[in-house]
């Protein structure tokens, strides 16, 4: 009986092994293809409904609007409605204006942030531990920061057709969640470098900062 009982023990963690050796295998697999699925990808278009819950308030701060990126490292996110707000990254310099108070903030030293603003798992990689799970032709991944920063964690939904995220949610360090759901998404059109842009027309107050 006692020979049976380690005989057991042996398959059992055997079994264990080749399990955690299977699921390697599988992630590793996961993302090494959404990280070549990904880098066909030269622009894509899309809108967005993006939703922050915080404990100050009792209701979600709902706000919509388009993005666009294109390669390596141009991003612009015009939100649209009570938000009336445009964020624009040049790969360089990132622009925040609000057009209805004629104000923009310039900040300096973005160039290392690119990845998160356009969600590139590839050079996500960099700074995060990524985890990835398939279910048919949806793919889950969980992004945990290798060092502490202003997130504690990212989650993002793709479908195999587009290889770009239908959904985006970022924890920040009180674990107040901000989630992104892209819709209409297009994806290597024909986007000018214009839309990448900004230029404060006359008048526009201008704050400028540098992040370390």
């Known amino acids: 009986m006692k020979k049976f009982s380690f005989s057991a023990c042996k398959l059992v963690s055997l079994s264990a092994v080749i399990l955690s050796l299977v699921a390697s295998i599988s992630h590793a697999d996961i993302l090494d293809d959404l990280k070549v699925r990904q880098a066909r990808i030269k622009s894509v278009s ?23 990126h294109k390669q390596p490292d141009k991003i612009r996110w015009e939100y649209t409605g009570s938000t009336n707000m445009q964020v624009i990254f040049n790969g360089k310099d990132l622009w ?30 960099k700074d995060y531990t990524i985890t ?24 993002m939904e793709i479908i195999d057709d587009s290889s770009f995220p239908r959904m985006v949610k970022l924890l920040d360090q009180n674990n ?9 998404i297009k994806l290597n059109t024909n986007i000018p470098d214009s839309s990448f842009i900004f230029t404060p027309e006359k008048g526009v107050i201008v704050r400028e900062r540098s992040l370390p």
């Open 46 to 68: 899309a809108t967005f409904t993006q939703e922050k819950k915080t404990r100050l308030l009792s209701r979600p701060i709902k706000t919509s609007g388009r993005f666009l």
């Open 96 to 125: 925040i204006y609000y057009p209805d108070l004629k104000e923009a903030d310039k900040l300096g030293g973005m160039s290392q942030y690119g990845s998160i603003l356009h969600f590139d798992v590839l050079s996500l990689s």
């Open 132 to 155: 990835a799970n398939k279910d048919k032709n949806l793919t889950r991944l969980t992004f945990v920061p290798k060092t502490k920063g202003p997130i504690s964690r990212i989650e």
């Open 176 to 184: 107040e969640p901000t989630t992104i759901f892209f819709r209409d």
